[in-house]
Nanobody, 128 residues
Framework: QVQLVESGGGLVQAGASLRLSCAASERSFRPYAVGWFRQAPGKMREFVAAITWSGTNTYYADSVKGRFTISRDNAKNTVYLQMNSLKPEDTAVYSC?????????????????????WGQGTQVTVSS
């Protein structure tokens, strides 16, 4: 199975920016969509953002809209999550996930079960 590897996490102060990367282990990997989720300590994992591999459609959780931007570089088989104006409540483990089946509807892009391939996650900590 293709592996997804996240990177770019770290410890930053409130108001700072980070860019997370989600890279696929195989250059031929062409998922239908890729999403980012996050899980804070003691909380359920929640949807953050998603993008179709064509880049035509992007989706965001209300909590990050206007601050985070999801994008992809097909040549590098990498999806990015640019996070600006970070807040302490953004502290979480961020994981990327891929939906590998093409011609699927994006209706449930915000649910974990929509995706079938997950990375291990990268820690993002925002101090106040």
């Amino acid at each position: 199975q293709v592996q997804l590897v996240e990177s770019g996490g770290g410890l930053v102060q409130a108001g700072a920016s980070l860019r997370l990367s989600c890279a696929a282990s195989e250059r031929s990997f062409r998922p239908y969509a890729v999403g980012w989720f996050r899980q804070a300590p003691g909380k359920m994992r929640e949807f953050v953002a998603a993008i179709t591999w064509s880049g035509t459609n992007t989706y965001y959780a209300d909590s990050v809209k206007g601050r985070f931007t999801i994008s992809r570089d097909n040549a590098k088989n990498t999806v990015y999550l640019q996070m600006n104006s970070l807040k302490p409540e953004d502290t979480a483990v961020y994981s990327c996930a891929a939906k590998t089946l093409w011609r699927a509807s994006m209706t449930y892009h915000y649910t974990e079960s929509f995706y079938d391939n997950w990375g291990q996650g990268t820690q993002v900590t925002v101090s106040s």
